[in-house]
């Protein structure tokens, strides 16, 4: 292969994707549309590996996690438990899942929120009764629960035990799957990065009118 062919290629993507000088007139792609592409396609792999570790992380730390719960029986309010008392109080992820964790919540119920929230909404009733006998009163002010990963305590609803099972399985869930699944990515995005340009000739050429 000569050094004139190599400089030719490097030339190209050169030209496509640093100085994005390149246009294609006959399927009206221009400079803007070349950045939307490059960056689509950058995009779409950073979120394919992000997701895969995503998803190693839920199925095996918050998995973990929620398999430790239903193993300890706290399946209602009246059997929750703090995280002492599933021998996670030290760990730092799930002190912080308990409360932020959107996955983890849509199965993980909180006693002391569930408690809050149910007498906030009969001061609320009790609040608008009095409001529509004297519109005087200004509307109820709903307060935000702030879960306290020290003392609070957790549950996964009996209703919501099956769901969080298949949701959290770790079966094929590992850190090799993971790789993997970033490493085809990678290759992936690098061959259609590779490959566009001439995918681009060649349909900017069909598109080309015949003299």
Known sequence: MSNTFLQDIANKYYDLYVAFSVEYTNINVYATELKMILSFIIGIGVGII???FMSLFTKRTLGDFVRRVIERDALSPESAKTLDELDYFDRLIIRRA???SVSL???LKCR????????????????????????SIGRFKE????????????????????????????????LRAAIATSLITLIA???????????????????????
Do not use: W
């Open 50 to 52: 992000i997701a895969a």
């Open 98 to 100: 308990v409360a932020k």
């Open 105 to 107: 919540r849509r199965v």
């Open 112 to 135: 002391e929120e569930e408690e809050f929230y149910a007498e906030q909404k009969l001061k609320r009733e009790e609040h608008e009764k009095k409001r529509a006998e004297d519109r």
């Open 143 to 174: 307060t935000e629960y702030k879960v306290d990963a020290d003392k609070d305590s957790f549950f996964i609803p009996e209703d919501l035990k099956y769901m969080a099972e298949i949701k959290f399985d770790k079966k094929g869930a590992t």
């Open 189 to 211: 995005c690098i061959a259609i990065i590779l490959a566009l340009p001439e995918l681009l000739e060649f349909l900017d050429g069909l598109a080309a009118p015949n003299l």
